[in-house]
Every structure is written in C-alpha cells, then in structure tokens.
C-alpha cells in the first residue's frame, strides 16, 4: 500500500486548510486511516482516527476544530483543519492500520502545514 499526502501549505491563523490522504495498491475500505503529525524537534503525535466503520477519534487538542473523514469510493482520507492556530505548525503524516493490526503498517510522506500568527 503506499499513501500519498497532499494540501499543505501556509495559512494565516483561523484558517483552514484540507488535507488529502490518497492510496494506491489496496482498497483501504477495511483499514483504518490515522493522521499524526511532528513539530520541529518534537516527537510524533496522534492527531485523528477513523476505522471501517467510520468511528472517529480525535487528539484534545484538535476536537471541535478538525474531522476525519474518507471516501472509500476514491480510495482516500481527508482531514478537515479548521479555526488553525501557530501551534498546528507540523509536518502531518497520514497512515493506515490493516484489520487486526495493532500499529499503523502504512506510511505516507508527510505535508508541511505551517500557520502564521
């Protein structure tokens, strides 16, 4: 499976901004799809999940103002960032999870959102 992650970019704080998570070589209707994302010199973290059956989960310091979603027709994850804050500031990844699998098996490359004050 590769993952490919697109829709990043700089954005004033406030703004929002979508990020695309297309895959190729598997359909992922059963994985489940995760965003994490990595600030300068910070470890990677937990940002949003969502499973098969379109059960989400969301990092505190993101709910209310992001959303998962997927369109298992195009084979590709969003994460919808609203009301951005500087703290958002990362590189987002987007990976996903086979049934059963305790870790995250598939990797994209990451896209660079940077907010401005």
């Known amino acids: 499976v590769q993952l490919q992650a697109s829709g990043g970019g700089l954005v004033q704080a406030g703004g929002s901004l979508r990020l695309s998570c297309a895959a190729s070589?598997?359909?992922?209707?059963?994985?489940?799809l995760g965003w994490f994302r990595q600030a300068p010199g910070k470890e990677r973290d937990f940002v949003a999940r969502?499973?098969?059956?379109?059960?989400?989960l969301y990092a505190n310091s993101v709910k209310g103002r992001f959303a998962i979603s997927r369109d298992n027709a195009k084979n590709t994850g969003y994460l919808q960032m609203n009301s951005l804050k500087p703290e958002d500031t990362a590189v987002y990844y987007c990976?996903?999870?086979?049934?059963?699998?305790?870790?995250?098996?598939?990797w994209g490359q990451g896209t660079l959102v940077t907010v401005s004050s």
């Open positions: 969502i499973n098969w059956s379109d059960i989400t």
């Open positions: 990976a996903a999870q086979a049934p059963g699998r305790m870790n995250y098996d598939y």
């Open positions: 070589g598997r359909t992922l209707g059963s994985y489940a």
